[in-house]
């Protein structure tokens, strides 16, 4: 079936093209002094190509939507909520709380700057994306991504099932309680990482930042080098095989921990019993 066309029009009213179906919406601005919300609320399978938006709540409740080469300003509040089946490639959204309660959203080689974006989502994919966010991804599940630039305190909090290769993120109290996380060939800055995780596993990454990995369960790193990460791993349950130096390491509960060199292993017996190992990984001859 042929989609119905919409183009080179300037839209400012409440719900303009609510429940619109099957249809192309090309090269249309939704902006103006009627200063209208929820343009395409209740959409299904529409594309939106190289479009404008300045007025909130565009895309709440849409189903089969796709949202191509297109800009959300920061007027757009809340532009996407309560949605499902959607992709989005190439565009810039800077609208506050992008993406809340989706189902299947795949994001691709956009560039969004959006705080609290992604809460209680599921099945998320982003790749070859820029995001700035607070709390991005809050208490998502079933999430994939591969090549993102991530700038934002308080990211990933609450995670179940993901995994992130080949990305750089730059964040503070990232992993927070999440469950079931791999972290692969990717760059993680930030201070306080990976607190009460559960079922997080690093491979071949770069770790910076004061105080990594406390009070974690099923904690796995292999082949990660650490940065400035004094007083890692307290009170945790981890299995670390690490390449370089780790600054200190304080109170690991239990596993074992292998570095080049640590600078400084604290151990309080009097607040916690530990049998975690940890040793000088010995020089090939």
Known sequence: MNKTVIENQTMDEERALYHLLNTEVYHCTFAGPADGESALKECRDVVVRDCR????????????????????DDKVRAPIWYAMNGYMENCEITGVKCLRECDNTEIVGSRIVSPEFGWRCRGVTIRESEITSEYFLFECRDVTIDRLKMKGKY???????????????????????????????????????????????????????????????????????????????????????????????????????????????????????????????????
């Open 155 to 285: 990211s990933f909090q609450y995670v179940e099932n993901m995994t992130i290769e080949q990305s750089e993120l730059d964040t503070k109290d990232a992993f927070w309680h999440s469950k079931n996380v791999t972290v692969r060939d990717s760059v993680v800055k930030g201070e306080y990482l990976g607190w009460f995780s559960d079922g997080l596993t690093l491979i071949n990454c770069h770790i910076v930042g004061t105080q990594p990995l406390c009070y974690c369960t099923n904690l796995k790193l292999m082949n990660c080098t650490m940065e400035g990460t004094d007083l890692s791993f307290e009170y945790s349950d981890v299995e670390a095989e690490l390449v370089g130096e780790v600054l200190s390491v304080k109170n690991p509960r239990s596993g074992y921990i292998v570095a080049d060199a640590i600078g400084e292993t604290v151990y309080e017996g009097s607040i916690m019993e530990s049998t975690c190992r940890v040793t000088l990984r010995r020089p090939t001859q």
């Open 53 to 72: 938006f300045s007025l909130r709540y565009p895309l709440w409740h849409a189903n089969g939507y796709r949202l191509l080469d297109s800009v959300m």
